[in-house]
């Protein structure tokens, strides 16, 4: 039997939050075409939706796809994989579109390195990524960041199980050698040329319960009209409002973040 009430709703207001809510469940942003064939919806009609939306503020166009937008409100007591995907995108987007340089996000998962999530700049594109994070967090400055925030078990245990291969003339191959730098690592990590001949890499940390993770730049070196000072102040920043809204993910209900 159909539920009288239903003759009351608005068609155009379910589909909307129908999208939203696919966004809202997605690790990774998602394209208007993928949500038409979700939903099948037309995609006229998917994109007249999406459109209203990212108006409105609801939704967030990326080049790769849509994520939540800055007004959606997040209510539930843990947040969904697009909750959380759409506040480190706007984190990197910030960073992005204020240095102009491509910004990441990586983070310790199960005793391995994860890069969650890329924002390309449009000056400085990301670096190729010829060698996973897994094999060579010993060359990047998110990889050390990472790892100059383990525990001195962890970070000796990691280190002890990755090969340090050579990807460079400057990167460190010695044990001993990288977890003295590490020791001596505390707010920032940099790599020069350590991954790629002709690249700098700077990172910063991100500090929450449950979340050991790291966020990076990475810059032609030879771009000398940029201070890493400064810029590291900016990614500081932002880190530390990411970080307050990653821990809170992780609090139980009734709990604060410190």
């Not at 700049?121 to 990472?146: C, E, F, M, N, Y």
């Not at 003339?169 to 590490?182: A, G, S």
């Amino acid at each position: 039997m159909t539920d009288p009430n239903e003759q009351t709703l608005i068609a155009s207001i379910r589909r909307a939050i129908l999208l939203v809510d696919i966004v809202a469940n997605s690790a990774r942003p998602t394209p208007a075409k993928a949500l038409a064939r979700q939903t099948g919806l037309s995609l006229g009609t998917t994109y007249n939706i999406v459109r209203t939306l990212i108006h409105e503020g609801y939704l967030r166009n990326e080049p790769d796809g849509l994520v939540l937008g800055a007004r959606f409100p997040s209510l539930r007591e843990t947040d969904d994989d697009g909750v959380r995907l759409a506040r480190i995108r706007n984190c990197l987007r910030d960073i992005t579109d204020g240095i102009g340089t491509t910004a990441y996000f990586s983070q310790f998962i199960d005793g391995e390195m994860h890069i969650v999530d890329i924002v390309d700049g449009r000056a400085h594109p990301r670096i190729d990524l010829w060698v996973g994070i897994d094999s060579s967090a010993h060359a990047t400055a998110l990889g050390k960041q990472i790892l100059a925030e383990l525990p001195m078990d962890d970070r000796f245990d990691y280190v002890s199980r990755h090969p340090l291969a050579e990807l460079t003339p400057n990167t460190i191959r010695d044990r001993r050698t990288l977890l003295d730098q590490l020791g001596r690592t505390f707010g920032s990590a940099i790599d020069r040329e350590e991954y790629a001949i002709g690249v700098t890499c700077v990172a910063v940390p991100v500090r929450a319960p449950g979340v050991v993770g790291s966020l990076a730049i990475s810059i032609p070196s030879s771009a000398q009209q940029i201070g890493l000072e400064t810029v590291v102040g900016r990614m500081r920043s932002s880190a530390a409002k990411l970080s307050l809204q990653l821990g809170a993910e992780n609090l139980a209900p009734g709990e604060t973040a410190s």
